[in-house]
């Protein structure tokens, strides 16, 4: 049977064959899913299927049919004996079964499939369905596949045309003429796939188009003319009207023009600009067999039409402003040097340049009034000897001095022409005396004059190198030249008079802003609100607070927090009222603010009013002197003498005290020998010299505090004294119950000490930490090093009773003390030592918890020991060791143990 003819879709008899009921073989319809959703095109799974249900199920013939779309589509497989000769199912064949299904999927075009099976054969119904459905699927899929391909070569084609409208835009501005008409035909023809492309321009002298740019057209194009009316080009550049040329196109502009054959389609568009006026011509062709061009199409060309109108409009413009542009173009150019610097010398170069360069002057020479030398100094010159610059000139001498004085241009040409009498006149005289100085037949002299028309130099200039005479051009050119001139210079000047008066005024600052970062008292500045706009380190140092964060607090804030008490606050504040109130300062002294929860110090506050010259609301001006260093030397000076007067009382009574002990003594001593001798108690002569020795005991403690004693240095393992000294202790501890916990590392570094008054340190404080642990408790005994200070830290931590605040400032004092039978030197005589070794002693405490004295000391006592020696006095910025005030030598023959 012949196959069908293309595109037919034959009309197919309407045939009804129950579909049975039998279920289909599970394992075919699962291999017509698979293959068919495997197949890559709708062709390759009808083909899959046919192939399938033909050996399976005795399918003889297959047709897929679409009638939607541009063209119908009839696909018949298998045994075209089945169908008639149109296509259609055999009448003949009528008890062959026949089943058709439509394409009933989204997205596919309108159509059915066909099965045609064998009259024996019984169709699976369900399974032909389950068929149908996959192919239609896979057709729906090719229809979405070529749906997106056609939009996107649209929007492809869309991109590309307004790439190329947005390039031509782009350079319009940036590109030759000649090029950017040959990029228009280029980027037309290609976007529009012509042949050829051609760009004619109206030659306005003429009247007829010329050829600027053409787009596979023979090099000779360019030659080609054309006159307005003649011609298609012509004829639409006369009615102004495009015109699209296709097959059958009727247009009175064609008629008499013969067509070329071999030319399919052709579009022409006028280039006109703003006004309407038609500039030129735009013309495009496709040779055969290439499709039509159309309506859409002659849009996008009358676009590439107007971008080359713009760029005709533009040429045009240029063309009409250059001629106006010329006669502004040179003082442009200098002005534009003018502005360009501020910096005078460099401006003044410019001018100068500009006049020889620019305004066409052969030599030219700058002179600048000098207001304190009284004349015009030669500054810049170029062409002349330098010699010129050796030769100021007065003020109101020679042609630049009356130049300068009137304020008015001189011009002198000796090739001109004059009356005799002329020629004797002084003025004339003293130009051409000045021409022959320079050199020159004929100059010009202009002052340079400020805006308010005083006179700041003079510009010399002549063509003695160029041998031309000054043309009136020149004259003119430089004069405005030098009008904006003047201007700039004496801007120049005021600008160089601003800097150097700013670096006085910037240096001025930066010397008082250094002297007020660097004076030791602090200074606090307010406005009239209140708040603070200046502070010193030294104010920032004292009130502890961070640089910049005093800036905009208010004053009233900053001395609630500088720890006052109430009353010492509020007074601050009546007097700071009372400051802005009548202007009047005022002083206060040894004030105890303690700020941020620092140490207590000692403050001398002076309040001051602020002027202000620009009558606002003044100021306070508030000075904070730090003399807490003088006041604790000063304490410490009448401690030094007190501890003075104490110890040659103390010396004096040790020694009438034991002089008057040990005969009491040997008196108690004899007398309970006796008393043993008879039999009697031995209790009250036990009792005298139990108090005897305590008395003993007193006096050796008083001598030790006493007097100096000199310092035996020795190198001590810290870890192996420490040990030592705690445990010839231990008996003592164990009866008050004291458990000793150590964190002494064994690689400590050696220190320089006196092992017996060390000693003597270790046993007060351990014995100390034992008696304010009545119950018994922890003494924690840590040393460290202190790799920055050079020093060991010995800590001695305890679980006793603690110390009360107001009680620690005076546990160092001598003959304080907490204990009922206590002396008060023990802790004295501890500073004593470790302030001889150069160290110190410091103690945290607190009631019910505990107490930690920590001992400072320096590896080398030689280096920390001026310092803080009790008896050392500050002078200045040296520690100055003074003799001690007690003698050194012991008070009186007995021994001091």
Known sequence: MAKPPKNAIPSLPTLEVDAPSDPFPPDLSLAIMRQAAAARTSGEAMETVFALLRDRCGLRAMTLEITSGAAPRFQPYG??????????????????????????????????????????ATPPGALLEAAALQIAQKIALETLAARAEAADDRANKRISEVAAIYEIGQAIDQIELPRLFQMITDRAALLMEAQTCSLMRVH???????????????????????KLGEGIAGRVAQ???PILIVEGTRDTRLEGLTLRPEIGSSMIVPMKNQEGRVLGVLSIRRRRPAPDFTDADLKLFSVFATQAALALTNLQLYENARQRASELGKLSTLSRDLISTINLEELLKNVVDDICRVVGFGRCCLFIHDPIRHAYVPRVWRGYPDSIGRNPVREREGVIGAVGRDREMCTFDAREPLAPEQEKEKSYLQRRGFARSLGAEAFVAVPILTGQNACIGVVVADNRGKRDPISPEQVRLLTAFINHAGIAIDNAQLYDKSQEDYQKIRRLSEYTENVLQSIPTGILTTDGRGLIMRANRAAESILKYPHGALRNMPLAEVIGKMGLSESECSQLKDRIAHVQASGESVHQHKVSPRPAGGPPMTLN???????EHNQERAGIVLSLEDVTQEVYLGQQVERMRRLADIGQLAAKMAHEVRNALSPIKGAAQIIRLEMEGQGSGTEWPDIIIAEVDGLSRLTSAMLDFARPTPLDLRPLAISEFLVGAVMALSSFLEEAQVRIHWDVPSDLPEVN??????????????????????????LQVSAAYMREAQALALCFRDTGVGIAEEEIERIFQPFVTTKPKGTGLGLPIVQKIVAHHGGKVEVVSQ???????????????????????????????????????????PAGPFPDN
Do not use: K, W
């Open 79 to 120: 045994d075209f004996a089945a169908l008639t000769s149109d296509g259609a199912p055999d009448p003949n064949a009528s008890a062959s079964p026949c089943l058709r299904f439509p394409l009933n999927q989204p997205n596919a075009p309108t159509g059915q499939i066909t099965y045609i099976f064998a009259p024996e």
């Open 204 to 226: 306005a002298p003429t009247g007829t188009l010329r050829v600027e740019a053409s787009h596979g057209l023979p090099d000779d194009a360019l030659a080609q003319e054309q």
């Open 239 to 241: 009615t102004e009207q």
């Open 605 to 611: 506050l002076n309040l001051s009013l602020l002027a």
């Open 753 to 778: 000490a006196d092992p017996v008054q060390l000693g003597q340190v270790v046993r007060n404080l351990v014995m100390n930490a034992a008696q304010s642990m009545p119950e018994g408790g922890e």
């Open 847 to 889: 009631v019910g918890r505990g107490t930690c004295f920590s001992v400072l000391l320096p590896l080398d006592p030689e280096r920390g020991r001026a310092a803080h020696s009790p008896n050392a006095l500050f002078r200045g910025e040296i520690a100055v060791e003074e003799s001690p005030l007690i003698s050194a030598q």
